[in-house]
T-cell receptor, first 116, second 113 residues
């Protein structure tokens, strides 16, 4: 199946710094990418939907100025957690879908963010 | 919006037994229902999916059933093996691939050898 790669897989940062997470579709063009957040032992919660070349659509309660999403190309979307705080520590997972409407969403391996 | 409920939250079975996980959804417009397996520290992996024009789908030891009238769908794993131990999530979406998935709360399956 299609491959979605996330980087970094783990990141530890100090409170107040910004962290960028990359999500790449390696063998298909991702017209739409979704960013999820997952706290320990909980389900995946949608943060935002990004379409290539346009602004991301954020879910209610997700601060767009804190979680900056850029989907500048059909193979790359980035999530930047700005001025990170310990409560932002979580597992961030991206998923992508291609131009063919097959329905399957391909998930990345996730990025674990720990803010000290 | 869509609301997906999943039961049970934990399930322990003996190796070789069957496991069944059930989900209900609220949005009658949903027509795509995938199931994911997530191992510790990893992203979800699609194991099977079903669309609303089909009532049942099977892939080796895994099967999914869908009842659109009752708005529920279930995952069936037969002849369970220890490597089936993981967290399983059901999900629903109104449009295949174009809309984000709404996930259930997850079921932690433990297969005892």
């Amino acid at each position: 199946g299609a491959v979605v790669s996330q980087h970094p897989s783990r990141v530890i940062c100090k409170s107040g710094t910004s962290v960028k997470i990359e999500c790449r579709s390696l063998d298909f063009q991702a017209t739409t990418m979704f960013w999820y957040r997952q706290f320990p032992k909980q389900s995946l919660m949608l943060m935002a939907t990004s379409n290539e070349g346009s602004k991301a659509t954020y879910e209610q309660g997700v601060e767009k100025d804190k979680f900056l999403i850029n989907h500048a190309s059909l193979t790359l979307s980035t999530l930047t957690v700005t001025s990170a705080h310990p409560e932002d520590s979580s597992f961030y997972i991206c998923s992508a879908t291609g131009q063919t409407n097959t329905g399957e969403l391909f998930f990345g391996e996730g990025s674990r963010l720990t803010v000290l | 919006g869509e609301n997906v409920e999943q039961h049970p939250s934990t399930l322990s079975v003996q190796e070789g037994d069957s496991a069944v996980i059930k989900c209900t959804y609220s949005d009658s417009a949903s027509n795509y229902f995938p199931w994911y397996k997530q191992e510790l520290g990893k992203g979800p992996q699609l194991i099977i999916d079903i669309r609303s024009n089909v009532g049942e789908k099977k892939d080796q030891r895994i099967a999914v059933t869908l009842n659109k009238t009752a708005k529920h769908f279930s995952l069936h794993i037969t002849e369970t093996q220890p490597e089936d131990s993981a967290v399983y999530f059901c999900a629903a979406s109104p449009h295949t691939g174009r809309r984000a998935l709404t996930f259930g709360s997850g079921t932690r399956l433990q297969v005892q050898p």
